[in-house]
Nanobody
Framework: QVQLVESGGGLVQEGGSLRLSCAASGFSISAYSMSWYRQPPGKERELVAGISKSGTNIHYEDAVKGRFIISRVNAENTLFLQMNNLKLEDTAVYYC???????????WGQGTQVTVSS
């Protein structure tokens, strides 16, 4: 059974840090580009960061550039998002996403809540 399971979310104060994990099962992430998306309350889901299959190419949206770090350990079938200097506007449900041009299927995790308080 294919699954992506996010963990590491929670409540943190402004300026704090959290590290999200996304554990894959039922398929190998090494064949997939991986991304983190988020959906703030009352808003649409938006891209946060993406990383290529090998980890060579990385993209960050401007809102998180310099504060968030995306990484992957293919041998552990896991994707990470290190979030530093968190801001109120980072409050959202965070989702991991796996996609591949070679596969007809893309996969989403169930999401993990991140709440930043003042």
């Amino acid at each position: 059974q294919v699954q992506l399971v996010e963990s590491g979310g929670g409540l943190v104060q402004e300026g704090g840090s959290l590290r999200l994990s996304c554990a894959a099962s039922g398929f190998s992430i090494s064949a997939y580009s991986m991304s983190w998306y988020r959906q703030p309350p009352g808003k649409e889901r938006e891209l946060v960061a993406g990383i290529s299959k090998s980890g060579t190419n990385i993209h960050y949206e401007d809102a998180v550039k310099g504060r968030f770090i995306i990484s992957r350990v293919n041998a552990e079938n896991t994707l990470f998002l290190q979030m530093n200097n968190l801001k109120l506007e980072d409050t959202a449900v965070y989702y991991c996403f796996a996609s591949s041009h070679a596969s007809p299927s893309d996969y989403w995790g169930q999401g993990t809540q991140v709440t930043v308080s003042s």
